[in-house]
């Protein structure tokens, strides 16, 4: 059984940065990927969408093509943490993050829906 634990959220004004980390225990194999989702005020869990994505075995990264310039995934794969860096915040980023993963892959998963385990999420605001 796999857990996911995420910590790092909080308020903070635009222009500002978070740092989120995911540290996930239950799984041996490498074959493992690990995402995070976004989920918007008013929105259900279900209805949101994958903005980051990590491919632990060989360290494969994928980015939403809306804040490559901005996130930065990446991992301490001892530790089995994987990290989330937003920087330049913008209000529209305001939502509740949540780490997921999939174990049995062999690349990024970039969708929210092949996700199998997920943490309690962690809560972003970004105000204006």
């Known amino acids: 059984v796999v857990q996911l634990v995420e910590s790092g959220g909080g308020s903070v004004q635009a222009g500002g940065s978070v740092q989120l980390t995911c540290v996930a225990s239950?799984?041996?194999?490498?074959?493992?990927?690990v995402g995070w989702i976004r989920q918007a005020p008013g929105k259900e869990r279900e209805e949101g969408e994958v903005?980051?994505?990590?491919?632990?075995?060989?360290?494969?990264?994928w980015v939403k093509d809306s804040e490559q310039d901005r996130f930065t995934i990446s991992q301490d794969k001892a530790k089995k943490t994987v990290y989330l860096q937003m920087n330049n915040l913008k209000p529209e980023n305001t939502a509740k993050y949540y780490c997921e993963a999939v174990v049995g892959e062999r690349w990024t998963v970039r969708a929210a829906i092949e996700y199998d385990y997920w943490g309690q999420g962690t809560k972003v605001t970004v105000s204006s």
């Open positions: 239950g799984y041996t194999t490498d074959s493992v990927a």
């Open positions: 903005v980051a994505s990590i491919f632990i075995g060989h360290d494969s990264r």
